[in-house]
């Protein structure tokens, strides 16, 4: 990375008490299975995985989210049990809806074209929305134990998310930069 470059990504954050509540599982992971790298960054649904940008840049970025962000609607989101990819990540599985893939394709695509911003991984996978509890140091072992213990599970909430979260990476932890108000409220008739 250049000397002004830093780590950014944009994700859609849940309201701060389902935050607490999922942080809480982050920690027990921590705890229970010495896997702490989900606490290096708030509860979030990654809608564009982490990208170089140009601190010098960063007013262009955010303009753009800005104006994303004004005409896009805000989203319903239900998280629902727990998922994992195996051997080492475990989730809150995020219901799949049209609205939320819209919105991940549109921002993603706008990204593309407007900023040549392009996660190539992302471009040959289908989007799966989640929110990570533990992964990277969790252990195959500790998975291995980890996951029947979550994996029936309960938990389960319903909200809504009306803005885009701009996360920047402070070298050890993704910290909140910006966030921008979806605006296109429609009205029904």
């Given at each position: 990375m250049k000397p002004s470059e830093r780590l950014f990504f944009i994700a859609l954050l849940p309201p701060q008490k389902i935050q607490n509540?999922?942080?809480?599982?982050?920690?027990y992971f921590a705890q229970?299975?010495?896997?702490?790298?989900?606490?290096?960054?708030?509860?979030?649904?990654?809608?564009?995985?982490?990208?170089?940008?140009?601190?010098?840049?960063?007013?262009?970025l955010e303009h753009h989210?800005?104006?994303f962000a004004l005409n896009s609607s805000p989203i319903p989101i239900t998280l629902s049990g727990f998922n994992a990819f195996p051997p080492?990540?475990?989730?809150?599985?995020?219901?799949k809806t049209p609205e939320l893939i819209n919105l991940q394709q549109a921002l993603m695509n706008d990204l593309e074209q407007q900023l040549n911003i392009v996660h190539e991984v992302s471009k040959k996978r289908s989007f799966s929305?989640?929110?990570?509890?533990?992964?990277?140091d969790?252990?195959?072992?500790?998975?291995?134990?980890?996951?029947?213990?979550?994996?029936?599970?309960p938990i389960y909430f319903e909200f809504t998310v009306s803005e885009l979260t701009l996360l920047?990476?402070?070298?050890?932890?993704?910290?909140?930069?910006?966030?921008?108000?979806?605006?296109?409220?429609t009205f029904p008739q």
């Open positions: 509540q999922i942080t809480e599982i982050k920690h229970t299975y010495n896997s702490r790298h989900a606490l290096k960054s708030p509860p979030h649904i990654t809608l564009q995985p982490p990208f170089k940008w140009l601190i010098e840049d960063l007013t262009t989210l800005t104006t080492r990540v475990l989730f809150v599985n995020v219901i929305p989640h929110v990570t509890v533990a992964f990277k969790l252990t195959p072992t500790a998975f291995k134990t980890a996951w029947p213990e979550f994996a029936q599970r920047i990476h402070d070298g050890q932890n993704w910290n909140i930069k910006a966030q921008f108000p979806f605006l296109n409220i």
